[in-house]
């Protein structure tokens, strides 16, 4: 490769990653001057895999809860097999765990529906949206009113207050 198609490919990614022309003269011939393995590369140094997974999936914040605490089970070889399970979740960090079975049941709710979903953990994932997310009504409405319709119409706003939840308790997540 010439040096003038050198320079042109550090120009784009500097530009695109708001680095220094040095910073991504490194990323590119880290990585074979392939731009978008430099882009990773640079985003992997600059953020942490919670991040990431934020930026890239924010927009929908369900989508984007359901991947950060996929990543915290994989980080933690937390398998859906495993028998113990739920114990090892609870002995997460408690914004990490609180999030990882907030996710979990939401899920749930998806697969089994809301009826079943009352009766999996409801105690505990009530409790985390009452205290971690400061949302009573929707606790309230899992705990006492039970109604679908009205959790469907809150269930927006709990995923974006887990999203800024988990914004706020970035470094202890992976």
Known sequence: ???????????????????????????????DDDVAAALRGIDAERYTLTQRLLNKYGRDPEDALQHVALAVLQQEGIRSDSVLRLDRIAALAPPVAGMVLLAEWLAYVDWEGFDSALYANID?????????????????????????????????????????????HTTQFP
């Not at 490769?1 to 590119?28: N, P």
């Open 1 to 31: 490769m010439d040096e003038a198609h050198r320079q042109q490919l550090t120009d784009i990614v500097a530009a695109k990653a708001g680095v220094d022309v040095a910073c991504a003269a490194r990323h590119l011939a880290l990585h």
């Open 124 to 168: 505990a994932v009530a409790a985390i949206i009452a205290g971690a997310l400061d949302l009573p009504e929707v606790a309230d409405n899992l705990l006492q009113t039970r109604d679908e319709a009205v959790f469907e119409t809150q269930r927006p706003a709990l995923a974006t207050a887990a999203l800024l939840f988990i914004e706020r």
